[in-house]
């Protein structure tokens, strides 16, 4: 893949994306959420891409992965106003509709092409196919830390807001219960495990699901900007205070110096 086939994939999305933001104030300030995530991912992508020692070409294609691997999330909201998945529609599914539809990879070699829709097929998944083999699952596993990293950074700087002030889908409709966590939660982080999404019912249990996606995270280099952003204690702060999450959150940091 060429450098300027890349420049041509921004240029569609930022036409592409461009539409959306025709709706409701509440509309444009969610549907702004996920442009600036995009962006974020694929700043992301290029420290991960830096890090890990990519070639100029494989780097180029992780590129692609992070500037596609959401854009089934416009679609998905204007149909359904929502971002959660369970509520409307699988959001990678529709972004390879997305991709094919308004045949953005055309022109680009087949094989690499296969390689983008894979990534952007399985990045949200609890966890990839087994049979998935490299090349593929190396911008798997990219786009999959990629996401979580600015996922972090939205999650910690939008909860810093006023409630009025924040997007209304950052916390897919769960209420913000302070002095409440469920326990089946609290369980899954301390045993070193992924907090399933269908198991949290406030955002304290979606804080404490994305603490525990330090156990999904595959680069070294996603461990090391992890630590230097210090997101995870941000998010640990403003959880009740009890000894079984503090023993949780703990066994969480000390696993990204492992």
């Known amino acids: 893949m060429k450098k300027n086939q890349l420049d041509a994939l921004h240029s569609w999305f930022d036409s592409y994306v461009e539409p959306f933001l025709a ?44 500037l596609l691997h959401d854009v089934g999330r ?23 509709d997305v991709i094919r539809e308004e045949k953005v990879l055309a022109g680009i070699d087949p094989s690499e092409q296969l390689l983008i829709e894979e990534a952007v097929r399985f990045h949200n998944m609890l966890a990839p196919p087994a049979g998935i083999q490299s090349p593929t ?8 830390d990629a996401d979580k990293l600015d996922i972090w950074r939205v999650f910690v700087e939008m909860l810093a807001l006023p409630p009025e002030q924040r997007p209304s889908a950052i916390t897919l409709g769960l209420e913000d219960l302070p002095g409440t966590v469920s326990e089946s939660c ?8 992924i907090v399933r999404l269908d198991s949290i019912l406030c955002v304290n249990d979606f804080r404490l699901l994305q603490i525990s996606w330090v156990y999904d995270l595959t680069c070294d280099t996603s461990r090391r900007i992890l630590r230097e952003r210090g997101y995870i204690p941000v998010l640990a702060a403003s959880l009740p205070e009890r000894a079984d999450i503090r023993e949780a959150v703990s066994k969480a940091l000390a696993s990204l110096s492992a």
């Open 137 to 144: 699952r190396k911008y798997i596993n990219l786009i999959r």
């Open 74 to 96: 416009f679609p998905q909201y204007r149909r359904w106003r929502t971002f959660l998945d369970s509520d409307s529609d699988n959001h990678a599914r529709l972004a390879i």
């Open 186 to 193: 609290i369980v899954m982080l301390n045993a070193g495990s």
């Open 23 to 66: 709706t409701d104030r509440e509309g444009v300030q969610n549907i702004r959420l996920k442009i600036e995530h995009t962006r974020k991912v694929c700043e992301v992508m290029a420290l991960l891409s830096d890090g890990e020692g990519l070639s100029e070409n494989e780097a180029i294609i992780a590129a692609a992965v992070a």
